[in-house]
Nanobody
Framework: QVQLVESGGGLVQAGGSLRLACAAS????????VAWFRQAPGKEREFVVA????????RYADSVKGRFTISRDNAKNTVYLQANTLKPDDTAVYYC?????????????????WGQGTQVTVSS
């Protein structure tokens, strides 16, 4: 079992960058596929990016491709989301999710463990 804690959110101007972190306070995150989802006010939760448990496969939503990058630091038991060239439409609560020995999947029910989320606000 893994327990996830997100951090790194905040307020940034359009065009700026943030690095979000998803740390495992319990469990070994390198054994899990990890995904980032986001939910804006009044909207459904949407897929952002995922990385397989092996780290060899990634999948990005079209809306973030070329701007966001997911990566692992197994020594720190953490997965990062580097978000560049942020837009006001990126404003949302960002959640990380995990599945043991999973593959990349864009559907939220695929993931068994979720963090509490971190707020990202992009001003125009």
């Amino acid at each position: 079992q893994v327990q996830l804690v997100e951090s790194g959110g905040g307020l940034v101007q359009a065009g700026g960058s943030l690095r979000l972190a998803c740390a495992a306070s319990r469990g070994t995150l390198s054994d899990y596929a990890v995904a980032w989802f986001r939910q804006a006010p009044g909207k459904e939760r949407e897929f952002v990016v995922a990385i397989s448990w092996s780290g060899g496969i990634t999948r990005y939503a079209d809306s973030v491709k070329g701007r966001f990058t997911i990566s692992r630091d197994n020594a720190k038991n953490t997965v990062y989301l580097q978000a560049n060239t942020l837009k006001p439409d990126d404003t949302a609560v960002y959640y990380c999710a995990a599945r043991y020995r999973g593959v990349v999947d864009a559907k939220s029910p695929y993931y068994d463990y979720w963090g509490q989320g971190t707020q990202v606000t992009v001003s125009s």
